[in-house]
């Protein structure tokens, strides 16, 4: 495992190294004594895995607010999307920059997104599988959201939008009351 830094303070790319022979290819995805250089005491409390039909498609921008903030490990096992990370961290220098990046199932990257950001993706091609590894549980009076084409982000999506949930179509757009997360 390579861990890179992205240029926003805790969140970083993983590039996983596989081991590949006639058979395929096997890689470790997680490894908490690895994965702990970057957040100590890592416990995995919850994993998703997500199928999207259609290629333009956007989810996101998703957070738990506190007390239930999450850590997520996030990576691509089929297709391929743009994964966006936007610092959402009451004080930190890096407040509502967000960094975007490929990941592929053909090049393992996963993106590892420390509690207070809020994250989404949108995929490149039909029919992507994205697998997430959480450090929270979901609680739904927690949830919350960003809108995905709000301004003061300026988000560089990679394709024009093709489907949204109803639920992204609705999250607030970011005002001045909007201080951050507090961690």
């Known amino acids: 495992m390579k861990i890179l ?6 969140l970083y790319e993983i590039e996983l190294e596989p ?3 006639d058979r395929g290819f ?4 997680f490894c908490v004594n690895e994965l702990s250089a970057i957040k100590k005491d890592i416990k995995i409390v919850q994993i998703n895995h997500t199928l999207t039909l259609e290629k ?3 989810r996101g921008l998703h957070f738990q607010k506190p007390p239930f903030c999450e850590a997520k490990f996030v990576r691509c096992l089929k297709g391929a999307v743009f994964d966006v990370a936007v610092d959402l961290r009451k004080g930190s220098p890096f ?11 053909s090049n393992m ?4 997104i420390p509690e207070g950001f809020a994250h989404g993706f949108q995929t490149l091609e039909n029919n992507c599988e994205l697998l997430y590894l959480h450090t929270e549980s979901y609680h739904k009076t ?10 003061v982000l300026h988000i560089d999506w990679k394709l024009p939008v093709s489907t949204l949930s109803d ?5 607030p757009l970011l005002d001045d009351h909007f201080k951050g997360i507090e961690i």
């Open 26 to 29: 096997f890689v470790r995805s």
């Open 167 to 171: 639920r992204d179509k609705t999250h």
């Open 56 to 58: 333009g498609s956007v």
């Open 95 to 105: 407040f509502l920059n967000w960094y975007g990046t490929l990941l592929t199932a």
């Open 19 to 21: 081991f590949v022979d």
């Open 109 to 112: 990257k996963m993106l590892a």
């Open 142 to 151: 927690c949830e919350s959201g960003l809108r995905y084409d709000d301004p």
């Open 5 to 10: 830094t992205t240029g926003i303070k805790d």
